[in-house]
C-alpha cells in the first residue's frame, strides 16, 4: 500500500505551493477495489473515502462505519436523479452536481430531510460532449439558479481532459470559482494531484497509486 508515499508527497505539495500543511484533503477512491485492500487502508487510520456507484457504496460501506467508526465518503460518480436519496444516506459530500433535474431533486430532497451533504459543482472545463459537467459559459446561470433553490455549493470539482496537459484546466476552475466566492476545489487525480495543489486545490482524489491498478473484470 502506498498511502503513507502520497501523504508524504501531498504534504510535500502543500510546502512547495507555500500552503499550510493539511490544507488539502485526500480522498482515497475506493470504487471497484478489493476489501482488503481498502481495509488495509482503513486500518492505518485513513477515514476519507471517495466512491463513484451509489449502488457499491450501499453494498460496503455500512458495515465499514460500523467496524471502524466515523469517516467521510464522497460521491464522485455521476448520480442519477432515482438514487439521489440513497446517495444523501450514503454520502457526506457530492462532488458532482451538474445539471439542473439533479440541483432540482436535490433541491426537493433539502426541503424535506432539512440538510443535504456538501455540494461540488462539476464543471466540464473541456466542453467534452460526452462528459458530464456544467460548461464554463453556463455556470454563472447554473450557480444563480442553484442558489434560488436554496442549495449552497461550496464548491467546483473538474475531471480535465485525458491526455491533456490538467494545468491550464485546474487554473480555469480556481478563477471560477474565486470569481463565484466559493472556496472548494475538488480536483487532481494520481496522476496530477501535485500540479492540482499548485493551482489551490482543496481536495485530491487519489485511487490507484494508493490502492493499485482497478480490475473491472
Known amino acids: 500500500m502506498a498511502l503513507t508515499d502520497i501523504q508524504d508527497r501531498l504534504r510535500a505539495a502543500e510546502r512547495a505551493a507555500g500552503r499550510a500543511e493539511g490544507s488539502v484533503t485526500l480522498i482515497a477512491v475506493s470504487k471497484v477495489q478489493p476489501a482488503d485492500r481498502v481495509e488495509a487502508v482503513l486500518q492505518q487510520g485513513h477515514r476519507i473515502f471517495g466512491e463513484n456507484y451509489v449502488q457499491e457504496a450501499a453494498g460496503k460501506w455500512p458495515a465499514w462505519r460500523d467496524r471502524f467508526g466515523p469517516l467521510q465518503l464522497h460521491m464522485i460518480g455521476p448520480l442519477q436523479t432515482n438514487k439521489a436519496k440513497l446517495a444523501l444516506d450514503l454520502f457526506d459530500v457530492i462532488h458532482t452536481l451538474d445539471r439542473p433535474s439533479l440541483a432540482q431533486k436535490l433541491a426537493s430532497l433539502q426541503q424535506a430531510r432539512g440538510s443535504l451533504p456538501q455540494l461540488f459543482v462539476q464543471v466540464n472545463t473541456g466542453a467534452e460532449p460526452q462528459k458530464a459537467g456544467v460548461l464554463p459559459t453556463d455556470l454563472t446561470g447554473f ?75
Not at 480535465?160 to 471560477?176: W, Y
Not at 496522476?191 to 490502492?211: C, L
Open 143 to 217: 450557480l444563480r439558479d442553484c442558489r434560488a433553490m436554496d442549495l449552497s455549493p461550496v464548491g467546483l470539482m473538474c475531471i480535465p481532459p485525458e491526455g491533456e496537459d490538467s494545468t491550464p484546466h485546474f487554473a480555469m476552475l480556481a478563477r471560477m470559482a474565486a470569481d463565484h466566492g466559493l472556496s472548494g476545489l475538488s480536483m487532481g487525480m494520481s496522476g496530477d494531484f501535485e500540479a492540482a495543489v499548485a493551482h489551490g486545490a482543496t481536495h485530491v482524489r487519489v485511487g490507484s497509486a494508493i490502492f493499485g491498478a482497478r480490475s473491472y473484470a
